[in-house]
Nanobody, 118 residues
Framework: QVQLAESGGGPVQAGGSLRLSCAASAYSCTGWFRQAAGKEREGVALIDRAGSTRYADSVKGRFTIYKDSAKNALFLQMNNLQAEDTAMYYC????????????????WGQGTQVTVSS
């Protein structure tokens, strides 16, 4: 059983930054999803084994996904956070197509809450 432990969430003021971490870099496709209250879970950013990245339009230019394979660590650097970024953020491992949807997600982390106040 694979356990993905996220860390780094918390409260932050609008315009601030946070960095999320997850022990999940040694897979073909890993990334971050988020789910706001009353909304469906959505893909935020993915990175494949070659280091190619994909971002949701809403976070492009503000969020950066990267990994440290030597430490088996996956990161999401979030800058210029806005109130609409408030959500539970989940680390995920996908088995097949590295696309920004929840299809073929093999493992989910337990989530870390990000709350942005304006």
């Amino acid at each position: 059983q694979v356990q993905l432990a996220e860390s780094g969430g918390g409260p932050v003021q609008a315009g601030g930054s946070l960095r999320l971490s997850c022990a999940a870099s040694a897979y073909s496709c890993t990334g971050w999803f988020r789910q706001a209250a009353g909304k469906e879970r959505e893909g935020v950013a993915l990175i494949d084994r070659a280091g190619s990245t994909r971002y949701a339009d809403s976070v492009k230019g503000r969020f950066t996904i990267y990994k440290d394979s030597a430490k088996n660590a996956l990161f999401l650097q979030m800058n210029n956070l806005q109130a609409e970024d408030t959500a539970m953020y989940y680390c995920a491992v996908k088995q097949t197509a590295c696309a920004l949807n929840a299809d073929s997600v093999a493992y989910w982390g337990q989530g870390t809450q990000v709350t942005v106040s304006s």
